[in-house]
């Protein structure tokens, strides 16, 4: 990665301790996977990968946060980041409430996802986000099928896809049930400016 100058690379380390770490993601590894990122960061230095460390924003690691953020702090460079990472719950998929109590109580704001996102699947219909895949279950974010148009005239000025965006930029989420039951919207930090009753 550091030879063949990868940009970015985000590193899902998601908690601050062995006990968490095991309770978790069941696995006994947590000093030798630090011991692997404190290694990699000392070999890139002030080189490409740009490096995101990540802990998940749930319940359990509030006490960590701090520790956990003055700990990587001192070992990533100036182009690095450290990021409080939401709890995702898959399109609504995936209870989350026994890992994050309060859900987020900020503004919605607009999902990038279906700004930047094309996923297809096996069958050949596209959707404008992951979560499209596995949980739209009612077709409201499918957006054609490569069999029978093409991307480009998916993503036409008139398109489905285009009213979608539009919907998340008004904040008017109607018939998108996906969009309505889930939290990835909220995943990364809103790039979004509002000016009157839009999102741009
Ligand atoms: S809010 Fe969820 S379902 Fe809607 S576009 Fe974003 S990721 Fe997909």
Redesign the pocket.
């Known amino acids: 990665m550091i030879s063949n100058s990868v940009d970015c690379l985000t590193i899902s380390l998601n908690f601050n301790s062995t006990d968490m770490h095991i309770k978790h993601s069941g696995v006994n590894a947590f000093d030798k996977v630090c011991a692997n990122i404190e290694r990699f960061l000392k070999a890139k230095r002030s080189n490409k990968p740009k490096t995101i460390i990540q802990i998940l924003d749930i319940d359990d690691n509030v006490p960590e946060m701090v520790t956990f953020k003055s700990f990587w702090s001192k070992r990533i460079n100036s182009n690095d980041t450290i990021h409080l990472r939401p709890f995702c719950d898959f399109?609504g998929t995936v209870e989350i409430s026994q890992y994050k109590d309060k859900k987020r109580t900020g503004r919605r704001y607009p999902?990038e996802?279906?700004f930047n996102q094309l996923m297809i699947n096996v069958t050949g219909d596209c959707?404008?986000?992951?979560?499209?895949i596995t949980?739209?279950s009612d077709d409201s974010?499918c957006i054609g099928n490569v069999k029978y148009k093409s991307i480009t005239d998916m993503y036409t000025t008139d398109s489905k896809v285009q009213v979608?965006r539009n919907m998340?930029r008004m904040d008017d989420l109607g018939s998108?049930n996906?969009?309505r039951?889930?939290?990835?919207?909220s995943v990364p930090s809103n790039i979004f400016v509002r000016i009157g009753n839009k999102w741009y």
Do not use: E, N, R
């Open positions: 399109g999902c996802q279906v959707f404008p986000c992951c979560m499209g949980s739209d974010l979608i998340h998108l996906t969009c039951a889930c939290g990835t919207w």
